[in-house]
Nanobody, 124 residues
Framework: QVELVEFGGGLVQAGGSLILSCAASGTIFTINPMGWYRQAPGNQRELVALIDGNGGPTYAESVKGRFTISQVNANTKKTVYLQMNSLEPEDTAVYYC????????????????WGQGTQVTVSS
């Protein structure tokens, strides 16, 4: 099992910065990649950024150049960070940490683990 606990979020003015962090514990050696999604009221949950231990990060077009994802691995915990700069009101949403676990038992299956969500509000 994997547990994700998020920290950060809050209220910031447009142009400001915030950093989110997410600590993964449990069977962390099975999870890859980790990342962040967000969901604004009335919208579907969308990908913000993913980081793969075997490759580079992936960003949504809307956050490229403004957000940076990074990851720190320890023996019993993985922590993923999302540095958000030049925030815009359109970035207002609940941000969810995500971890994926892929297994193969005759077919490839991917499981998603989610954090509890943290609110980011950007005022104009």
């Amino acid at each position: 099992q994997v547990e994700l606990v998020e920290f950060g979020g809050g209220l910031v003015q447009a142009g400001g910065s915030l950093i989110l962090s997410c600590a993964a514990s449990g069977t962390i050696f099975t999870i890859n990649p980790m990342g962040w999604y967000r969901q604004a009221p009335g919208n579907q949950r969308e990908l913000v950024a993913l980081i793969d231990g075997n490759g580079g990060p992936t960003y949504a077009e809307s956050v490229k150049g403004r957000f940076t994802i990074s990851q720190v691995n320890a023996n019993t915990k993985k922590t993923v960070y999302l540095q958000m700069n030049s925030l815009e009101p359109e970035d207002t949403a609940v941000y969810y940490c995500n971890a994926k676990r892929t297994i193969y038992d005759g077919a490839t299956k991917t499981f998603d683990y989610w954090g509890q969500g943290t609110q980011v509000t950007v005022s104009s």
